[in-house]
């Protein structure tokens, strides 16, 4: 099986940083490759990251499409909606993407969610929990023992729990 996800926002909102762990986790599981891409800027700048998971040899990490792709700004939206593929997913921050024309949207309140959790810095921690919940690309209990071991602060945990919950309540 191979999914392929863009992680996309601007430059301080932790897409790396979601990616990367996204992607270490995938590696202990089974191939995965993790392309990220930014400006110059060294904040508020264009970020994105292809990550490709595979139970197989990965011969392209550049896909031409997604199967997953999670925007936490509206430039990001904007930018790599024609690039879901047909029947894929798109996770958007809804608190920073008003609107997204076309199908297969999932509108998640991120910036909102970890600010009543008490920490805006994990947004970005709420939509991989999304991610993980709807895709059910890799085991749960395997992304909680990265967060745990990466972040000292629990509210990582519990952005992560919340995201996972609202991807999981979705008819």
């Known amino acids: 099986m191979r999914t392929t996800v863009m992680i996309s926002g601007a430059g301080g909102q932790g897409v790396v940083s979601v990616a990367l762990l996204l992607a270490e986790c995938a590696a202990k599981a089974g191939f995965c490759t993790c392309l990220p891409e930014h400006g110059p800027e060294q904040r508020g700048g264009y970020t994105r990251c292809t990550i490709v998971v595979s139970d197989e040899e990965i011969l392209s990490p550049m896909p031409k499409k997604y199967n997953f792709v999670v925007a936490m700004d509206d430039p ?17 921050n809804a608190d920073l993407v008003p609107s997204s024309p076309g199908e297969n949207k999932l509108f998640v309140p991120a910036e909102t969610i970890a600010a009543e959790l008490g920490s805006p810095r994990v947004a970005n921690v709420v939509l991989l929990g999304v991610l993980v919940g709807a895709g059910d690309i890799l085991p749960e209990a395997l992304i909680m023992e990265a967060l745990s071991e990466k972040f000292r602060d629990k509210t990582n945990l519990e952005a992560f729990r919340k995201g996972f919950e609202i991807a999981k309540n979705q008819p």
């Open 76 to 92: 990001s939206a904007k930018k790599f909606a024609p690039q879901l593929a047909p029947g894929g997913l798109m996770i958007l």
